[in-house]
């Protein structure tokens, strides 16, 4: 459904599994994603609708928290900003075009509209419904009208549940516009600058903004704070580093991206990867793990 790329919040018990199908008009797919930030462009030639398939569900879109009962829609091409604290079972249909039908929303944008929780069950109870006929039933699938038969049942389930949708205030959507686009370049300036230690003043100054600001904007966007935030991306720098190339050591590493205190370090890089830095590096040259 587009490009897409993610930072995991963590690899312990780490598990992801993702299942299509492919109708007549469209495309259901099934996904059981991981704590993560996920920046993902997703572009459709008609109209994506996305929801969330369990109660306990929730992620920040765009700044936005996302509980059910809500939907994603987007149209045409639109680049997002999700934050998944948890893991979640997440549904979407991309439909390869879609007749006027009263959706809200313009073209080339995202957005997270709120619904009548009945017609969000009655939704998503309709796709656990055909995937499962699907994987039990599929000859079923082959039979005359049917493909037909379950696409206009997935839009007309949807026109009721966007029928009671309402959208968030234009206020709060401008406003977290702004904070969209300042942690964007917020994230350029980072991957220009990657391996150098950034202090935070100096970040906000290059932007433009003030420390508060762009905190602010961060725990909007990224659901943490920017110190938070920052040593989870210079974290996966290390790692990437140590797994890539040869460095001359992993204090040297550590180092190059502002981690002053080893121990520290070390302790932060084992939460975050269930290792040391020196078994990632052992693993990266073949060499048997060390258990310290």
């Not at 929730?58 to 900003?81: D, H, Q, W, Y």
């Not at 934050?83 to 997270?112: H, I, K």
Request: proline letters at 4%; one cysteine or more.
């Amino acid at each position: 459904m587009g490009d897409a790329s993610s930072i995991p919040l963590g690899v312990r018990n780490f598990a992801a599994s993702f299942a299509s199908l492919r109708l007549k008009g469209c495309t259901v797919y099934l996904q059981r994603t991981f704590p993560r930030i996920l920046q993902v462009q997703y572009s459709t030639t008609g109209a994506i609708i996305g929801l969330l398939m369990e109660d306990e569900a929730s992620l920040i879109f765009n700044g936005m928290e996302a509980r059910p009962p809500v939907l994603l829609l987007v149209k045409g091409t639109a680049k997002c900003e999700i934050v998944e604290q948890q893991a979640n079972l997440v549904a979407f249909v991309n439909f390869d075009s879609v007749d006027d039908r009263g959706w809200p929303g313009e073209d080339d944008r995202a957005q997270v509209i709120g619904t009548d929780y009945v017609r969000f069950d009655a939704l998503r109870t309709m796709l656990r419904d055909v995937l499962m006929l699907a994987s039990h039933s599929p000859d079923t699938l082959a039979q005359p009208n049917v493909i037909e038969s379950i696409e206009e049942s997935m839009l007309q389930a949807i026109d009721l549940a966007v029928a009671a949708a309402s959208p968030a205030p234009e206020g709060k959507r401008l406003g977290l516009n702004h904070y969209l686009a300042l942690v964007r370049k917020f994230d350029e300036f980072v991957a220009v600058n990657a391996g150098k230690t950034l202090y935070s003043a100096d970040v906000a100054r290059q932007l433009g903004v003030s420390v508060r600001t762009l905190h602010n904007a961060v725990v909007a966007i990224r659901g943490m704070s920017m110190h938070r935030y920052m040593r989870l991306r210079r974290l996966w720098n290390v790692r990437q580093q140590l797994v890539r190339i040869e460095p001359q050591s992993i204090k040297a590493v550590a180092l190059q991206n502002g981690f002053w205190h080893m121990g520290e370090f070390t302790s932060l890089y084992r939460e975050l990867f269930g290792e040391t830095p020196q078994q990632t590096l052992s693993a990266a040259r073949g060499l048997p793990k060390c258990t310290p």
